[in-house]
């Protein structure tokens, strides 16, 4: 049995239907790019596999099961046992969905205490820990700063860490690695890399660089205007899709020692 | 490599100091030597913080270095004061990251074009309707967008619209501070052929600022590489993926994600963030992450060394000509 199936799905806001009849399916382990141009509705899906569909949207047709168990019809008792436990999300920036006036000490321990019924000493020591797990140097000072304090890529560590607690058999990342450079882009996708050899994450990857998306993914989704326009797995996207739009954007990809225009 | 006589503008140890908290300094660029060539484009890739806009906002007046020289038109536009810096302004023109905060809102996209045209007496204001489709269509938009409001076009257009408004003065160099990173791949792929091909009608000069190796090289002449203030290598654009050859470029080249890149390659990113341009360490500005580092590293600071024509590297490990 797939891990995660979306099948048919179409989420709409208000009477905009802004993604149409969206089938993936997600195995154990796999990694999924979903990409496309912004506004194509790639992060609506895995927003709505959260149930985190912002404004009002709403999954109107279809069914996004997880092991076997509909989200759909989940209670909000059953979504906290879920969210942050099995199934965990990094944003864009990390940082934004902390709290900025609270140390990210603080924050943790809350998040830890909200699934585990212990101490906030241990839940503190449990934090640090893995944010040592995530290469961060100097964990006790991380606890201990504020999200601004950060820098960019260090935010996102912290994020990554967060998600990985309780080592989540589902991970959703919108956008992980764009507010970054490339050098701490590099050491964020490894890390991510790594999630999925260690623990056997499946991680459903959104972006609009290709470049990532494709060395990360087992199977690449190209999303257009709310709607599927193809999908499959990495070599075949790469080498044999006959697709128009998918070959438009990976021609798109600027490629070293590739086409110059001057 | 370059003519000497194309030479269009050349800075001369520039170095920029901003005052912090505690009485200490922040170097933002430290002693940068840049030439920019008529009709070439010069790219300037790093990380953030390491300098790069703050160089290129000297080029446009919007900033002065604390020493140093910046030669442009037989003048040091570093000096320049009023009238004479307002004068200069319409030789060199900026394109912004952000097409959407780089507009007034609630101007109409004929007087955003126009805008320059107007202030430097160039056009009557009766001329307006003409010129603004002109530029537009030069860009490639429809004229009718004349009429259009910055929130009513998508950001590859937006993007276009501020081309056209920086081109309108006809300047001699534009300066591009990642003009295309907020807009879409197959978007961005349209807005570099169009820059180049503006390029090659109008030789024009281009200072883009970038922190994508790969499409940087699509289309500079020169790429200088800079890190923590300091330019740590030029080259020429053509080839850089084999020529390039200080660690630091080394390491950003490996951190470009390419979908021709060999898949089952194992990325080894560099450790570690860039330190604070606040307590800049003495020697060479990468030692904490080269993976080459030596005494000589922590000691002195390398200063550019020409390997061969158009192609300068400061670091210790090619002192004596050698290779890694």
């Known amino acids: 049995m797939a891990l995660l199936e979306i099948s048919n799905v179409d989420i709409s806001y208000g009477k905009n239907v802004t993604v149409k009849d969206s089938n993936i399916t997600l195995e154990k382990g796999e990694i999924c790019s979903i990409v496309g141009e912004s506004g194509s509705g790639k992060t609506t899906v895995i927003r709505a596999v959260l149930g985190l569909l912002a404004g009002g949207g709403k999954v109107t047709a279809g069914d996004i099961v997880y092991e076997g168990r509909s989200l759909l019809t989940l209670n909000d008792k059953e979504w906290r046992a879920l969210r942050g436990h099995d199934i965990s999300m990094i944003f864009q920036d990390s940082g934004a969905m902390m709290n900025q006036t609270r140390l990210i000490g603080n924050t943790y321990v809350e998040y830890i205490r909200t699934h585990e019924n212990i101490s906030k000493k241990e839940a503190w020591n449990k934090g640090a820990e893995m944010l040592g797990r995530m290469r961060l140097p100097d964990p006790d000072r991380i606890m201990r700063s504020y999200p601004f304090q950060l820098s960019g890529g260090q935010r996102q560590r912290v994020g990554i860490a967060m998600g990985m607690t309780y080592q989540p058999r589902l991970l959703l990342a919108d956008e992980p690695t764009s507010a970054l450079d490339v050098t701490t882009q590099a050491q964020i996708v490894r890390q991510m890399m790594e999630l999925r050899d260690e623990y056997g994450t499946s991680i459903i990857i959104v972006t609009h660089d290709l470049g990532v998306a494709t060395y990360m993914a087992d199977k690449i989704v190209v999303m257009k205007n709310g709607e599927i326009e193809e999908q499959g797995d990495r070599s075949y996207m790469l080498h044999e899709s006959t697709n128009a739009y998918t070959k438009k954007l990976l021609d798109a990809v600027p490629s070293l020692g590739g086409k110059r225009y001057v | ?324």
Not at chain 2, 37 to 64: I, N
Not at chain 2, 120 to 143: C, H, N, T, W, Y
Not at chain 2, 145 to 174: C, K
Not at chain 2, 288 to 308: N, S
Request: hydrophobic content about 40%.
């Open chain 2, 1 to 324: 490599m370059f003519d000497e006589k194309d030479l269009v503008l050349e800075a001369k140890h520039v170095t920029r100091r901003f005052p912090a908290s505690g009485g200490r300094q922040l170097l933002a660029c430290n002693d940068v030597n840049l030439k920019m060539y008529k009709g070439k484009t010069l790219g300037l890739v790093g990380e953030s913080g390491c300098g790069k806009s703050t160089f290129m906002r000297f080029l446009v007046g919007l900033d002065t270095p604390s020493e140093g020289e910046i030669w442009f038109r037989d003048m040091d536009i570093t000096k320049l004061k009023g009238r004479a810096a307002w004068e200069n302004h319409q030789h060199v023109q900026m394109v912004f990251q952000d097409p959407s905060t780089s507009f007034n809102p609630k101007m109409k996209i004929r007087d955003i074009v126009c805008e320059p045209l107007l202030n430097f007496g160039r056009i009557k204001a009766s001329q307006k309707d003409g010129k603004a489709r002109e530029l537009l269509e030069m860009v490639e938009l429809p004229g009718d967008f004349a009429d259009r409001f910055p929130h009513n076009m998508s950001g590859g257009q937006r993007q276009r619209v501020a081309i056209a408004r920086a081109l309108a003065l006809e300047p001699e160099i534009i300066v591009m501070d990642e003009a295309t990173s907020a807009l879409d791949v197959s978007v961005q792929d349209t807005v570099i052929q169009l820059i180049t091909k503006l390029q090659r009608e109008k030789n024009i000069s281009i200072g883009f600022i970038c922190h994508n190796l790969g499409l940087i090289q699509s289309f500079a002449h020169q790429i200088a590489v800079m890190y923590l203030g300091n330019i740590v290598e030029v080259m020429p654009g053509e080839g850089m993926a084999e020529k390039c050859c200080h660690p630091y470029s080394k390491a950003l080249l490996d951190a470009v994600f390419d979908v021709k890149m060999d898949f089952s390659r194992k990325i080894e990113p560099i450790k570690g963030e860039a330190p604070s341009p606040l307590d800049v360490p003495v020697g060479c500005p990468f030692q904490d992450r080269c993976p080459h580092c030596m005494a000589a590293c922590r000691e002195t600071r390398p200063v550019l060394r020409e390997l061969e024509p158009g192609h300068e590297v400061a670091c210790h490990l090619f002192e004596n000509g050698g290779a890694i």
